[in-house]
């Protein structure tokens, strides 16, 4: 058996939590927020991962620095957030030690945007008259969606 010995100053990540409200309009390549971890002093550089909640891979990382951008075209009324299992590894400064990783996670709250014109029934628009001695605030016309 062959006993290890592991960092004495856990990962820790820069803030409690990562959260953001984006408009499903986003453009691809949009920074939505970035992940950043420090360890133990003399560990070297650390890698980002996106390791789960990321539904279609809408989501991207960049491994070196943490920034988590837009991939792909969202839609609200498809899925309205998305929790990103988000995991930092750092490499040990000695094969003798194991890396260390932790992992924290990210909300994004898709926001609604009206890209959903009306659709009508009717396939020919209809025609309502509306004479000029017609009292205010009578309903001339219902238009059901």
């Not at 309009?25 to 650390?46: H, K, L």
């Not at 009306?118 to 219902?142: G, L, R």
């Given at each position: 058996?062959?006993?290890?010995?592991?960092?004495?100053?856990?990962l820790?990540?820069?803030?409690?939590?990562?959260?953001?409200?984006?408009?499903?309009?986003?453009?691809?390549?949009?920074?939505?927020?970035?992940?950043?971890?420090?360890?133990?002093?003399?560990?070297?550089?650390?890698?980002?991962?996106?390791?789960?909640g990321?539904?279609?891979?809408?989501?991207?990382?960049?491994?070196?620095?943490?920034?988590?951008?837009?991939?792909?075209?969202?839609?609200?009324?498809?899925?309205?957030?998305?929790?990103?299992?988000?995991?930092?590894?750092?490499?040990?400064?000695?094969?003798?030690?194991?890396?260390?990783?932790?992992?924290?996670?990210?909300?994004?709250?898709?926001?609604?945007?009206?890209?959903?014109?009306?659709?009508?029934?009717?396939?020919n628009?209809?025609?309502?008259?509306?004479?000029?001695?017609?009292?205010?605030?009578?309903?001339?016309?219902?238009?059901?969606?």
């Amino acid at each position: 058996m062959t006993v290890y010995s592991t960092a004495q100053t856990p990962l820790k990540f820069d803030a409690s939590s990562y959260t953001a409200d984006i408009s499903e309009n986003i453009e691809r390549g949009t920074e939505v927020f970035t992940v950043t971890a420090n360890g133990p002093t003399g560990w070297r550089g650390s890698v980002y991962l996106i390791v789960g909640g990321n539904i279609d891979n809408a989501f991207g990382i960049d491994i070196s620095t943490g920034k988590v951008t837009v991939s792909k075209k969202l839609d609200y009324e498809n899925i309205k957030e998305y929790k990103l299992a988000i995991r930092v590894v750092m490499k040990s400064p000695s094969n003798d030690i194991p890396d260390v990783a932790n992992e924290i996670m990210g909300i994004v709250t898709i926001k609604d945007v009206n890209d959903n014109l009306p659709k009508f029934a009717a396939s020919n628009p209809t025609k309502v008259a509306v004479e000029d001695h017609t009292p205010k605030d009578t309903t001339v016309m219902q238009v059901r969606l």
